[in-house]
């Protein structure tokens, strides 16, 4: 059965620095979605992207945060300069179509910002 | 606003019980609603979803019910197992005029546990 899948699984940095978590969505799905979820507290929503630009986004994916689709496959999420805030547990997901529309969920990395 | 709320956030209950988990949902313009499924360390696992022209659709000893004049929506687990211990979360889809792209609003989520 085709799933999403997310790497690295845990991610630890030191505040300030830059990181990239990679996600390779379902090969056929044509929408891709970031969350996150601060640990205890429900998934929120982030980003949503759809040919090859952000078609929606929250008040929290702010000017740190960046979304790519650098080829075919993967799906990447950017923070430009975490703080400790950032701290959360990320999950993509991909759907075939937009609304209304099942979404699939990787496994999430956990980022840990020190 | 967009809101979507669980009454109940713990529910204990014993092998081979029915367990029902409920969510309120504030926007009335959502016309798309999921049941998720979180294991400890695990994404969010799709359960069953249900669209607003609907109040009932049933899947694989689960039942979802759609109340729109009240804003609820229910989960029913029939003969619950220990496997199904996990948390649940509500989501919505608020496609309203076609402006979503999928946006997924999460409700804070149930523990269901459930005891051999």
């Known amino acids: 059965e085709p799933e999403v899948t997310q790497t690295p699984s845990h991610q630890v940095t030191q505040m300030g620095q830059e990181v990239i978590l990679r996600c390779v969505p379902i090969?056929?799905?044509?929408?891709f979605y970031w969350y996150r979820q601060i640990l205890g507290q429900k998934v929120e929503f982030l980003v949503s992207?759809?040919?090859?630009?952000?078609?929606?986004k929250s008040e929290i994916f702010d000017d740190q945060f960046s979304v790519e689709r650098p080829d075919g496959s993967n799906f990447t999420l950017k923070i430009r300069s975490t703080k400790l805030e950032d701290s959360a547990m990320y999950f993509c997901?991909?759907?075939?179509?937009?609304?209304?529309?099942?979404?699939?969920f990787g496994p999430g990395t956990r980022l840990t910002v020190l | 606003g967009e809101s979507v709320g669980l009454h109940l956030p713990t529910l204990s209950v014993q092998e081979g019980d029915n367990s029902i988990i409920n969510c309120a949902y504030s926007n009335s313009a959502s016309d798309y609603f999921i049941w998720y499924k979180q294991e400890s360390g695990k994404g969010p696992q799709f359960i069953i979803d249900?669209?607003?022209?609907?109040d009932k659709r049933q899947g694989q000893r689960v039942t979802v019910l759609l109340n729109k004049t009240v804003k609820h929506l229910s989960l029913q687990i029939a003969a619950t197992q220990p496997g199904d211990s996990a948390v649940y979360f509500c989501?919505?889809?608020?496609?309203?005029?076609?402006?979503?792209?999928?946006?997924?609003?999460f409700g804070q989520g149930t523990i269901l546990t459930v005891h051999p």
């Open positions: 090969s056929n799905h044509l929408y």
């Open positions: 989501a919505e889809d608020a496609n309203a005029g076609g402006t979503s792209y999928g946006k997924l609003t």
């Open positions: 992207f759809y040919n090859n630009e952000i078609s929606e």
């Open positions: 997901a991909s759907s075939l179509q937009g609304a209304d529309n099942e979404q699939f």
């Open positions: 249900i669209r607003s022209n609907m």
